[in-house]
Every structure is written in C-alpha cells, then in structure tokens.
C-alpha cells in the first residue's frame, strides 16, 4: 500500500521512466528526470532547515516548474502551497503569513515582487538547478505517512479572509484510486490540464 504520494512517483519512474510526465508550452520532461529534479529541490529545502511537515511556497506561474516543485517539497517531507503570480501581492502576503511559511520556491522573473512583501527564505528554481546534485539517488527519501499533508490551497475569500485547506496524502491516494479504476485510465491515457493548481480540480490533473 502506497503511504504517500511519491511511492507513486517512485513507482511509476520504476516502470516507466521514459514516458512524458509533463509538457507544456516551454518544457517536457520524463518520469526520471521529474524524479532528478525533484531530488534536487528537496535537498535544497532540507539545506535550507524547514521542518518536516512545514510549508512550502510555490510563486511560479502554472506550468511544468511548478509540478517539479511539488515533487521536491513532498519528497522532503513538507507540504506544498501553490500561489498564484496574477493575484494581488497583499492575497499572497496574507497566505504565507498565515501559514507562517518559512519558504518560498520562485523563479527569477518573480523574485523580486516576491520579496517585496515577504522576508523568507525564497529558493530560486533556476539556481536550484543549476546545481549538480540531486539526480538519481536513493529511491526511498520520505518518511512521510498517509496521514501527513501533502497540499494547502485556499478559498477565495469571496465571502471574507481565505481560508487555508490542508489535504493529507490518503486524500489523493483514495482519490486517485477511484479515478484511475472509474476512468479506466491506463499508462497510455494523456490527460490536459485546464483549472489553476490553487484550485483542488487540478489534483486529478497532476496526479
């Protein structure tokens, strides 16, 4: 039985590492390439201190980067928070804050209006790989169970302040289980992502 949502991972870049995890409109990459990357990122958050458990920032526009970065948090034991780059700085502000988000994954074209209202530790994914460790590697690298967090997205706030929700790994396990069975989903399906990763539509998309 699967306890979190990177023993999928490992075992689908164990059966098929050179199928497409993920195109999009500047990038494509494979299963095993997500996982190098992926190994990348969580040793950058680990060399940074954030707790297990803890959350973590995502300040990148939707696309590939931003599922390579999901990976990585799971994959050191924390949690991940998608943000969106479009909505107003004082929204994001307002999340980390009430998160008390210790750090923050960005890019360099959105470094900069990220630390205008957050004074974190901000990891810059371009830098984060650039590095030459990460890749390959030990194939059991989370301790995480199914109880843990794997997710937090937050409600509008149409009808007053944004309110976090945290979702733990079973969540998506049972979620996806029921999907891939009802679905009839195969390693062959191609599936397209159209709902924001800050939106809970988008989990049957990436996972």
Same mark, same amino acid.
């Given at each position: 039985?699967?306890?979190?949502?990177?023993? +999928?991972?490992?075992?689908?870049?164990?059966?098929?590492?050179?199928?497409?995890?993920? /195109?999009?409109?500047?990038?494509? !990459?494979?299963? *095993?390439? %997500?996982?190098?990357?992926?190994?990348?990122?969580?040793?950058?958050?680990?060399? &940074?201190?954030?707790?297990?458990?803890?959350?973590?920032? &995502?300040?990148?526009?939707?696309?590939?980067?931003?599922?390579?970065?999901?990976?990585? !948090?799971?994959?050191?034991? =924390?949690?991940? &928070?998608?943000?969106?780059?479009?909505?107003?700085?004082?929204?994001?502000?307002? !999340? %980390?804050?009430? %998160?008390?988000?210790? =750090?923050?994954?960005?890019?360099?074209?959105?470094?900069?209006?990220?630390?205008?209202? +957050?004074?974190?530790?901000?990891?810059? /994914?371009?830098?984060?790989?650039?590095?030459? *460790?990460?890749?390959?590697?030990?194939?059991?690298?989370?301790?995480? !169970?199914?109880?843990?967090?794997? +997710? =937090?997205?937050?409600? *509008?706030?149409?009808?007053?302040?944004?309110?976090?929700?945290?979702?733990?790994?079973?969540?998506?396990?049972?979620?996806?289980?029921?999907?891939?069975?009802?679905?009839?989903?195969? *390693?062959?399906?191609?599936?397209?992502?159209?709902?924001?990763?800050?939106?809970?539509?988008?989990? %049957?998309?990436?996972?």
């Amino acid at each position: 039985m699967q306890k979190n949502v990177i023993d +999928y991972l490992r075992k689908t870049v164990c059966t098929h590492p050179d199928k497409k995890a993920v /195109i999009d409109a500047e990038m494509e !990459i494979t299963f *095993s390439e %997500l996982w190098g990357v992926a190994k990348k990122i969580s040793n950058a958050i680990k060399e &940074v201190e954030i707790p297990k458990n803890s959350p973590v920032g &995502v300040y990148l526009p939707k696309g590939g980067k931003m599922v390579e970065s999901f990976a990585g !948090i799971n994959m050191c034991g =924390c949690f991940y &928070v998608p943000l969106d780059t479009k909505s107003p700085d004082a929204r994001v502000s307002s !999340i %980390l804050t009430t %998160l008390n988000a210790e =750090c923050v994954i960005t890019d360099r074209a959105h470094e900069t209006q990220l630390r205008s209202f +957050y004074t974190g530790k901000v990891l810059v /994914i371009e830098e984060v790989m650039a590095q030459t *460790s990460g890749n390959g590697g030990d194939m059991n690298c989370t301790n995480q !169970i199914d109880t843990d967090p794997v +997710y =937090c997205i937050f409600t *509008s706030g149409s009808t007053g302040t944004p309110k976090g929700v945290v979702i733990a790994h079973r969540g998506v396990i049972d979620y996806i289980d029921w999907a891939v069975s009802t679905f009839n989903i195969t *390693s062959d399906t191609v599936i397209g992502n159209q709902a924001p990763f800050y939106f809970d539509n988008s989990t %049957l998309d990436i996972y």
